[in-house]
């Protein structure tokens, strides 16, 4: 009897040994897939991230200009990027021969930490990816570990389908590989690509799914929306979805990128403003920023004859809604001054022995938070010319 009882017992040992082999094999072959979109083509705030998805120090990203036909304007942007980065790339190119080739395309993709999808047409470069067995290569990456990235084109390529510009006449969607079990739309800001996108869901041609605005991008893993990031507050991502019969577009929080020699929190200080130039023309000095602001306003335009009184005029009304100072150094003041074009100036002042001196305007960004992301950015770049020239 007792025999009997140890004998089941060691077997009930062994089965529980066997399962906890079983789950221990199960969690080492778990998916690492990481998929990271953005809303318009590559930048370099983009690829910087996605370099630092790959944690090592010098990653080595292939590049894939598919969409826009190996364009080479495409390729020295890319490259400017990838030299501003320090970073090493390949280029996988589409447009060759057997004879101008000595690796395959699966030795280049395979061997690389990310891989990143240009935009263009996205119908073409899928067309080509599949003649080539590129599409089955760039599955076979995703489930090796290998980061793969794309923005517009190279966002929707990932999804089940997409919106896409790729036909003639009109937009429409088309399929992509597959591998995230959603819809998306890049470029999400433009009406007539949103408004076609929700009706498609509305009328269930393609799931539910994301979208994002050109400077917007979300992370995936094993095919979850885990992080968002944008470069400014004023482009987003979105869950889109059916909710009662209606389409719902959730506006998701996203963080916003930065330099990494972008001044941390609390490094620097503000100044909120909010006034226009015609309410702060009796400054007569430069011994703070915002005087030293009028000042040269006053200097350089207010009272320059060759000026007409209606661009002066156009000038009293500038606003400066807030100035930045860092380390009493340097200030970045805000302006309102561009905003019918592309957003809000900014205007760098540094102060040398006590007097702020005007050292360049600057493009701000399209939100006074993007001015502020780029003041953060470049304050220590200005004060090292600063002080090279002044001092």
Known sequence: MKRTILTFLTLVMLFTAGIENVKAQQNNNKKNETIFIWGGDINLKMVEYIADLTKKESPRICYLPTAAADNQDNIKYWGYICNTLKLDTVIL???????????????????????????????????IWKAQGIDVILKDALNKGIIVAGGSAGSICWFQNGISDSRPVNLSVVDGLGVLPYSNCPHYSQENRRDLYHRMIIEKQIPFGYANDELAGILFKNGKAVEFVSQSDNHNSYFVNIEKGKIKSQKLNSRILLRKNALPEGSYSSLSVNKNINNLLDVNDSYSPLNAYVMEIKTTQLNNPDIDESKKNKKLEINVPIIFLYNNKIAGVVNDAYLDSFGYGLWYFYNHNGVWTSIGEDIGGETVLESEVTFREKAEIIIKRAEEKLN
């Open 93 to 127: 190119k589409v447009w060759v021969s057997s004879s101008e080739k000595n690796q395959s395309f699966e030795d280049i993709l395979l061997n690389t930490d990310a891989i990143v999808v240009g935009g263009g047409n996205t119908l073409n470069m899928l067309g």
